[in-house]
């Protein structure tokens, strides 16, 4: 058997639970439906720190959206609990901000309002926000088409929009649910290499939803594996590149045997399950 | 063709797109007319049955201040009906949105209300509210309101799911999320609801007229009915359908004023 490689985190069962910025603890979601219960989520438990950028990946109908909704206070879980800075999570909260699979833009305003949408509905005011909105825009190489409708974009300019439109309050937390789950493979590695920039810029948490394990790996500071239903976190990978990502990275045999282990951990789960 | 093109400096897809929207209706529009025309001069067809389109514009000129006199009436009711109708429409279209309890006891009503034949629900309204423009005015605004009702309440419905979970997301209140998202989303809505009912408006003001009046087209039409004067009728009916248009257009000039404006 192979010694441990060193970027793979035993989980810290520790009494210090709690003190990371974000802990879910022993989260459970299950619904109810006419077909009976669905158990989307079993036993989550596992503490994000700030600054890290953790991506959470997983075959499909594992339960990835559901986690990153309780966690962004849109459900409510029927287990377990979920805490922030130490208090329990109960609603959506404004110093967090969403991005979704898809761009969920508001068709009628222009890339700048729609950017600015969640400092008009937060009624905060828009004129201190210009500025950053305008740097955001720059950053994602979109002020240029600032006054476009989302109509006129290609599908990964609104994307990268929608990700403006989730920094431009200044979140502590980015939650992004497959944002490039809808665009074609060259445009999503240009969008990772956009993300990676970014990333350099902003240092944020973000809690980062994929399929891609390769996309997790290259954006990550941090990766959890989650298997097929019932769900559990099988991995838990520091990932040990610096910072600024390039996109040489992956190029690396490490990249490659970081991607190659987490591909067998899902696959290993899912025989594991299918053969019991 | 080609050579009468060029000479002109126009485009072959311009005068295609061209002739498509306006040429070839106007075209078909102008061929029936000529037909009619000589139809009525080769079976030399009785006036009263059916005046020739040269008869009918004349008696438009001759009768033009009749005709305008009667036009206000009939213009400034149904006008004013399709207003009112477009602000209680609107109205309650957004409390339908907005509340459960509202929604669940009155929606079924207005879709039932929808069914019945409203034309003949006029003369309760002359028997409610008299002779006067008051019975028009409501009959128009009863009638021109329901498709202003059921077209908004579709547009505020049909906002889409992840739009209300990202306003959720942002913590917006109800009122934001029906200010900002679910109002501009309804707006073609609301619009095609409303070029419906400016005909519904006029024909609500008519029948009325038709009823009981000393005054509009819809008594000209009446009296020109009386006389056996099949030139005025459709002299009336010219002015009417004119004035249709223009209340159409106007209304899809308001409807793309605001939609440059506010977007959608
Ligand atoms: N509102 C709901 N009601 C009932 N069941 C649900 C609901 N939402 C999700 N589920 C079920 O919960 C499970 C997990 O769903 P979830 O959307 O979290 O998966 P996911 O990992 O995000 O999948 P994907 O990668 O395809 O997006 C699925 O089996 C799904 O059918
Ligand atoms: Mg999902």
Redesign the pocket.
């Known amino acids: 058997m192979n010694p441990q490689p060193e970027w793979l985190q035993t989980r810290s069962t520790a009494d210090d639970r709690g003190a990371s910025y974000l802990s879910i603890q022993d989260v459970n979601?299950t619904?109810?439906?006419r077909n009976g219960d669905?158990?989307?989520?079993e036993h989550a438990d596992f503490d994000i720190d700030e600054g890290d950028f953790v991506s959470l990946v997983?075959?499909?109908?594992?339960?990835?959206?559901?986690?990153?909704?309780m966690i962004g206070g849109l459900e409510t879980p029927t287990g377990g609990r979920i805490l922030v800075g130490g208090a329990p999570i109960t609603a959506p909260r404004r110093d967090f901000g969403y991005v979704f699979?898809d761009p969920t833009l508001l068709p009628w305003k222009s890339v700048l309002d729609n950017v600015l949408f969640p400092i008009r509905t937060q009624k905060r005011v828009v004129a201190d926000y210009l500025a950053e909105a305008e740097r955001l825009l720059r950053l994602t190489g979109l002020w240029d088409f600032r006054d476009k409708r989302p109509a006129e974009l290609s599908g990964g300019m609104r994307q990268r929009v929608a990700i403006c439109r989730g920094l431009i309050n200044d979140p502590r937390l980015l939650m992004m649910?497959?944002p490039f789950s809808a665009l074609d493979a060259i445009t999503r590695d240009d969008m990772n290499l956009a993300l990676a920039k970014l990333w350099d810029e902003v240092h944020k948490t973000a809690i980062f939803?994929t399929?891609s394990i390769r996309e997790a790996v290259f954006l990550s500071d941090r990766v959890l594996v989650?298997t097929a239903?019932p769900?559990r976190i099988v991995a838990d990978i520091r990932i040990p590149f610096a910072r600024p990502r390039i996109d040489t990275m992956q190029d690396e045999a490490l990249f490659s045997e970081i991607c190659a282990y987490i591909r067998d951990e899902i696959h290993q789960a899912h025989d594991k399950h299918v053969s019991r | 063709m080609k050579l009468i093109h060029r000479l002109l400096g126009i485009e072959a897809q311009d005068i295609d797109g061209l002739s498509r929207q306006i040429l070839m209706p106007v075209g078909f529009a102008l061929a029936v007319l000529l037909l009619w025309e000589g139809v009525t001069h080769v079976f030399s067809i009785k006036e009263v049955l059916l005046p020739a389109p040269s008869a009918i514009w004349s008696r438009l000129q001759e009768s033009l201040p009749v005709l305008l006199q009667h036009a206000w009436p009939t213009a400034w009711e149904s006008v004013a009906g399709f207003l009112i109708a477009s602000v209680l429409g609107i109205g309650l279209a957004a409390l339908l949105s907005a509340s459960h309890t509202m929604r669940s006891m009155l929606y079924p009503n207005v879709v039932l209300f929808q069914l019945i034949p409203k034309i003949a629900l006029a003369p309760l309204f002359i028997v409610w509210l008299g002779i006067g423009f008051e019975s028009r005015l409501a009959f128009s605004v009863f009638i021109s309101f329901f498709p202003i009702v059921v077209a908004t309440l579709a547009g505020l419905d049909n906002v889409d799911k992840s739009l209300l979970r990202l306003c959720r997301a942002l913590t917006a209140s109800n009122w934001q999320v029906f200010a900002s998202v679910r109002l501009p989303h309804a707006l073609p809505y609301v619009f095609s609801g409303m070029k419906i009912a400016t005909t519904f408006a006029i024909i609500g003001v008519i029948v009325g007229e038709f009823i009981t009046s000393q005054a509009g087209l819809g008594y000209l039409i009446l009296f020109a009915s009386s006389q056996a004067d099949t030139a005025l009728i459709l002299a009336t009916i010219t002015v009417l359908c004119v004035f249709g248009l223009v209340f159409y257009g106007l209304v899809a000039l308001a409807e793309r004023w605001t939609r440059t404006r506010f977007g959608a």
């Open positions: 979601k619904y109810r439906t669905v158990h989307a989520v997983g075959p499909s109908g594992c339960g990835k959206s559901t986690l990153m909704s699979q649910d497959e939803i399929h989650m239903r769900s």
